[in-house]
Antibody, heavy 117, light 108 residues
């Protein structure tokens, strides 16, 4: 059974940094593209980044390009999101998501990131 | 960027009703790159339909998807109490992989 568990969320001041982690289990992690999707309070989901199975291909949404960095460690079945220069509008629940042939089929429970002074 | 427009944004329906939600893309995305999700308060989205018309394992058969090109539909054939939730479409044809604005299905 696919299991994705995010950690590292919390309260941070504007301009600060956070690193989210996602521990994956129950599937062959190194065979799958992975993504981060966020959802601001009361809003719909927003795709922010994906990384290919090897890590060689990465894309970002314009809203986070240059501030966020996605990475993975296939030896540890882990996905990461380094978030720098955080803004109030980055406040959201951040989900780690598995890509199955261009479909996001498995989601973690989410990690809450709150950016406030 | 491809914009995804869902309609209606909300609807009220009764148990047993047939419900239809539409999703329109600003350009053709083909059949393979359209998914539908259900989300309940405080929970992560759940995949219902992938590749426009394929039912995800474990999803009740009252859910179905159709469409191609830029126009897609999610249908619930007979609404059940557990189906009251918000539904989103998403395209994965080209980055950024955008979501529709959501359709909230409420109890009449």
């Amino acid at each position: 059974q696919v299991h994705l568990v995010e950690s590292g969320g919390g309260l941070v001041k504007p301009g600060g940094s956070l690193r989210l982690s996602c521990a994956a289990s129950g599937f062959s992690f190194s065979d799958h593209y992975m993504a981060w999707i966020r959802q601001a309070p009361g809003k719909g989901p927003e795709w922010i980044s994906y990384i290919s199975s090897s890590g060689a291909t990465i894309y970002y949404a314009e809203a986070v390009e240059g501030r966020f960095t996605i990475s993975r460690d296939n030896t540890k079945n882990a996905l990461f999101l380094q978030m720098n220069s955080l803004r109030a509008e980055d406040t959201a629940v951040y989900y780690c998501v598995r890509d199955r042939y261009s479909t996001y089929d498995s989601w973690g429970q989410g990690a809450l990131v709150a950016v406030s002074s | 960027d491809i914009q995804m427009t869902q309609s209606p944004s909300s609807l009220s329906a009764s148990v047993g009703d047939r419900v239809t939600i539409t999703c329109r893309a600003t350009e053709s995305i083909g059949n393979h790159y359209l998914s539908w999700f259900q989300q309940k308060p405080g929970k992560a989205p759940r995949l219902l339909i992938f590749a426009a018309s394929n039912l995800e394992t474990g999803v009740p058969s009252r859910f179905s998807g159709s469409g191609s090109g830029a126009d897609f539909t999610l249908t619930i054939s007979s609404l059940q109490p557990e189906d009251f939730a918000t539904y989103y479409c998403q395209q994965t044809s080209s980055v950024p992989f955008t979501f529709g604005g959501g359709t909230s299905v409420e109890i009449k």
